[in-house]
Each structure stands twice: as structure tokens, then as C-alpha cells.
């Protein structure tokens, strides 16, 4: 078949190549100048975040540093809390010493006292006795009330028979 051209002549359109390979040079420019762009912020990017990654690399050093400096003087703290525990313990068994020497001396001064019992408990201390006339209780029940180191007494309980004596439980707190 004949090739027909229902285009009038003056009007028929050509295609202008070289327009066509301008706009494909400057599309191909723009492209490339973005993948530059685009890989140059890229790099930046990675080497602002390695930058980063270093610095928290530094800063864990230091701190792990830190960290065992510290643990170094913890232990030193629970070594002095330790020893300042027991330097307590220490006083407080000084002065249990000292309540049981001042007891001693009370029942040196009382004729007729023997002791039961006797128990300490957190600064308190509970004692059975068995007195052997009515004197010797009064006398005892006075030494105890000049004891100074202790707050209060309660006598727990109190009973009679005439083959011990008296027999008496006493609580100082």
C-alpha cells in the first residue's frame, strides 16, 4: 500500500533531534549533579554518625573507668560500715559489762541473794532470785531502784515459800 499523508503539507511536523538531545543533556545533567549531591551527603552522614560512634566509644571507656574507680570506694565504704557496725557492737558490750559490774556490786552489798537466771535482751535485762529473808528483798529492791543506767523496773513476778525464801523476777528497761 501507498503510504498516504492526510497532513496538509505547510503543516506536517518534523521532529527536531537536536532539541530533543538538549533536553537529554540537561535531564542528564540534573540526574547526575543529584547522585552527587545525594552521595556526597551520603558520605557526610557517614562519616558525622562514625564521628559519633567514636565519642560514644570514649565516653563508655570513660565511664567504665569511672565505674571501677567508684566500686573501689564502695568497697571501702562497706569496709568502714562494717567496721563501724562492729566498733557498736563493741561500745554496747562495754556497757553491758558495765550494767552486769554495777548488778555485781548490788549483789555483793545484799547478803542472802543467789541469782536464778539471768538474761540480756537489746538493753534490756530480766533476772530471776531467790532472797532468803524479807531484809535482804528490801535491801535488793532499793539497790535496784539507785540504778541510774536503766529507765524503769517491773517486778514480773514475786512468790514465797518458806523451805527458799522469796522468789522474785525482775525486768529492767
Known amino acids: 500500500m501507498a503510504e498516504i499523508n492526510l497532513y496538509p503539507s505547510g503543516k506536517s511536523q518534523k521532529i527536531s533531534w537536536y532539541s530533543f538531545e538538549q533536553a537529554f543533556r540537561s535531564i542528564n545533567l540534573v540526574v547526575t549533579v543529584l547522585f552527587f549531591i545525594i552521595t556526597l551527603v551520603f558520605v557526610a552522614?557517614?562519616?558525622?554518625?562514625?564521628n559519633a560512634i567514636?565519642?560514644?566509644k570514649a565516653r563508655q571507656?570513660?565511664?567504665?573507668?569511672k565505674i571501677k574507680a567508684l566500686?573501689?570506694?564502695e568497697s571501702q565504704y562497706v569496709f568502714i560500715k562494717d567496721r563501724v557496725r562492729k566498733s557498736s557492737e563493741i561500745?554496747?558490750?562495754?556497757?553491758?559489762?558495765?550494767?552486769?559490774?554495777?548488778?555485781?556490786?548490788?549483789?555483793?552489798?545484799v547478803n542472802g541473794v543467789s541469782l536464778d537466771d539471768v538474761e540480756f535482751n537489746q538493753g534490756k535485762f530480766l533476772?530471776?532470785?531467790t532472797v532468803l529473808t524479807y531484809s535482804d528483798l528490801e535491801r535488793l529492791l532499793?539497790?535496784?531502784?539507785e540504778i541510774k543506767s536503766y529507765e524503769k523496773?517491773?517486778?514480773?513476778?514475786?512468790?514465797f515459800t518458806p523451805q527458799k525464801g522469796y522468789q522474785l523476777e525482775v525486768k529492767l528497761e
Not at 91 to 109: D, G
Open 45 to 50: 552522614l557517614i562519616v558525622l554518625n562514625q
Open 91 to 109: 561500745l554496747q558490750s562495754r556497757q553491758l559489762v558495765e550494767r552486769l559490774e554495777e548488778f555485781n556490786t548490788i549483789l555483793k552489798s
Open 127 to 129: 533476772f530471776s532470785a
Open 142 to 145: 532499793s539497790a535496784i531502784q
Open 61 to 65: 571507656e570513660e565511664y567504665r573507668n
Open 54 to 56: 567514636n565519642q560514644a
Open 153 to 159: 523496773g517491773v517486778i514480773n513476778s514475786l512468790g
Open 71 to 73: 566500686s573501689q570506694v
